[in-house]
């Protein structure tokens, strides 16, 4: 069974500060993405990795991926109030049926 | 071009009663699936269609049907409502899983049932 881990399930940080958000998938894969989602409202697109070494940067948000370790990166450099949200990543486990699987989710609260 | 859209946005039920939601794209993915969100787990799939006239099951599908006989609309029904299926549900459409493309969500239904 496919598992994937996100780490922290909640991070509240200063605005200013640096920190990553972990993304750990238990079998091989070589597609992830990654979404925010604002309170009560739908999943919006960040970032898709299709490959081992794949970097994607918006903003203060840079994501990667590790194929051999089976681990997504999401860090965020001098974070501000606007980036509270909570973030997924999900894994295409194309090879077993189309499916995304997604991970719990990162709640994160910037303070100012 | 509206995206994703879903019907209805919100939804009480009373144990035992049926309803279907109905999602809807404008952007001529062939794949579409539906998802429900739980706190502090994620999205988990409930039943997915790679094409008109195609279903198949995902994660979590049992308690629930689906039918695509429009490319452009993908129906979720629930039979018997259960307690256990109050969740928020999302629709989303998108490309062949594996060719890299991402999904596009709606802006979810929240269903509870009494």
């Known amino acids: 069974e496919l598992k994937v881990e996100q780490n922290p399930l909640f991070l509240s940080m200063q605005e200013g500060k640096n920190y990553t958000i972990y993304c750990n998938y238990s079998t091989t894969s070589d597609r992830l993405y990654w979404y925010r989602q ?6 919006e697109s960040l970032f898709v990795l299709l490959s081992n070494g794949a970097v994607k940067q918006e903003g203060r948000l840079m994501a990667s991926l590790d194929t051999k370790a089976r681990l997504s990166t999401l860090h965020i450099t001098a974070a501000v109030h ?28 910037v303070k100012s | 071009n509206a995206g994703v859209t879903q019907t209805p946005k919100f939804r009480v039920l009373k144990t035992g009663q049926s309803m279907t939601l109905l999602c809807a794209q ?23 269609s790679v094409g008109e006239g195609t279903t198949a099951k995902g994660e979590v599908p049992d308690g629930y049907n689906v039918s695509r006989l429009k490319k452009q609309n993908f129906l979720l029904g629930l039979e018997s409502a259960a307690p256990s299926q109050t969740s928020v549900y999302f629709c989303a459409a998108g490309e062949l899983a594996g060719a890299g493309d991402t999904q596009y969500f709606g802006p979810g239904t929240r269903l509870t049932v009494l």
């Open chain 1, 82 to 109: 606007d980036l509270s949200a909570t973030y997924f990543c999900a894994v295409d486990m194309w090879e077993y049926g189309n499916k995304l699987v997604f991970g719990a989710g990162t709640i994160l609260r």
């Open chain 1, 38 to 43: 604002d309170p009560g409202k739908s999943l």
């Open chain 2, 26 to 48: 404008d952007m001529n993915h062939e794949y579409m699936y539906w998802y429900r969100q739980d706190p502090g787990m994620g999205l988990r799939l409930i039943h997915y």
